[in-house]
């Protein structure tokens, strides 16, 4: 796999952003929560847990978008970034389950929260392997 030297890590930054943004929304208590009846009968929230990890999926495959990485080389990453992000995903259910006050451990979320990271690889395999490495800009 070729090394990613030529990527800043200022280019993660927001990634980085919205790591932070899902951790303190997985310790806010539970109380805290907006509920709706109607939302809470279509299981709205496992919507919004595989929007929540597919954009920070799609987020920490972006700085790959434009360099010479090869195709192949990519992918690899967007499959690497893919599973630790579904890793990632059954740790907030971890903490949710022992830490987070009001919480609860629902193996469910963690498949949306999958999911959305596979959703997440799927784009990035895609979209984000078009260019030919050759015209893009390091």
């Not at 929007?51 to 090869?70: E, H, Q, R």
């Not at 451990?105 to 799927?122: E, K, N």
Request: hydrophobic fraction near 50%.
């Amino acid at each position: 796999m070729q090394p990613l030297r030529k990527i800043k890590a200022i280019n993660f930054l927001p990634a980085v952003i919205w790591f932070g943004v899902v951790l303190t929304l997985i310790w806010l208590p539970g109380h805290d929560i907006p509920h709706s009846d109607f939302l809470f009968k279509i299981d709205f929230d496992k919507f919004v847990h595989a929007g929540i990890f597919g954009l920070l999926a799609v987020l920490f495959c972006w700085p790959l978008y434009k360099t010479a990485v090869s195709r192949k080389n990519k992918i690899t990453y967007f499959l690497i970034i893919a599973l630790l992000t579904c890793g990632f995903g059954y740790c907030t259910e971890l903490i949710q389950k022992y830490w987070a006050e009001g919480r609860s451990y629902d193996l469910m979320d963690w498949l949306a929260d999958s999911i959305g990271a596979a959703g997440a690889f799927i784009f990035c395999r895609i979209y984000f392997t078009r260019l030919p490495t050759d015209n893009v800009a390091s």
